[in-house]
C-alpha cells in the first residue's frame, strides 16, 4: 500500500532532509515550497509539488486540492516551514511580527485543518516542527519563541480531537539546526545535523505502539 508523506518548506534545510528521509523508505511525497523550485526531489517518481506562500489561503487550498486528487488520504503531514526573525522585540516592524505569528503558526493550523479529513482516512500522524525556543527562548527569539509556544499548546489541544479519530499528533522540539537560518552563529558547527534530525522524525512518524502515543518529544544537541 502506497504511503504518502506532506511536508512544508521542503526546498531547504530540514525540509529537504527530510523529504529525503521519506522517500528513502518509500513513502511518495506532496512537497510544498514558497518559491517554485524542489531541487532535485520534484523530479522523482511519485512525488508532487505545490508552490506559493503559506500567507495566502489559496496556497493552503492548492495543499487540499492535490492531495484530495491523488488517492485522498495522508499518511503523515509533517508541519516544518518556518521563519526566525531576530533582533531587539522593540525595534520590529509590526508586519514583520504578523509575518511570523502566520507562517509559524497560524499557517499549521490552517494547513492541519484542511488536510485533516484526509489524516482521518489513513489514521494518519501530524508531525510539528517547534522549537526549544518554546520554553528557553534566547535573546532575539522573543517573536520566534512564542510561534513555538503556540504551535505546541496546539499540538497539545490537538490530541483530544486526534486520539478519537485515531490520528496521532507529535510535537518535535527542536534545539539548533545546522541550516542556512543560523549560519551566522558561532556555535553552528556544533548544532544539529538536520540529515540525523530528519532520519529521527521518520522512525517516530513510523513507530506505533499498542499501548502508548508519543506526543511531545526534545531534540538537543550534544555538544556544546
Known sequence: MVKWAL???ANRGLGLELAHAFYGVGYHLFLHSRIAQICECSEWDGVRCVFGDLRNTATIERMRD???ESEGSLNVLV????VCLGGNF???APCEIADVIRINLTAPLLVTQALWPFLIKAQ?????IGSLAATSPGPGEAVYGATKAGLGC???GLQYEATRERVRVINVALGGLKTGMTKGREDHDKMIDPAEAAGFIVRLADQEYSTMRVTN???KRRIY
Open 79 to 82: 508541519n516544518n516551514a518556518g
Open 217 to 219: 518529544v526534545e531534540l
Open 66 to 68: 492535490m492531495v484530495e
Open 154 to 156: 496546539f499540538s497539545s
Open 7 to 9: 511536508i512544508t518548506g
Open 124 to 128: 494518519g500522524v501530524v508531525v510539528n
Open 90 to 92: 522593540p525595534y520590529f
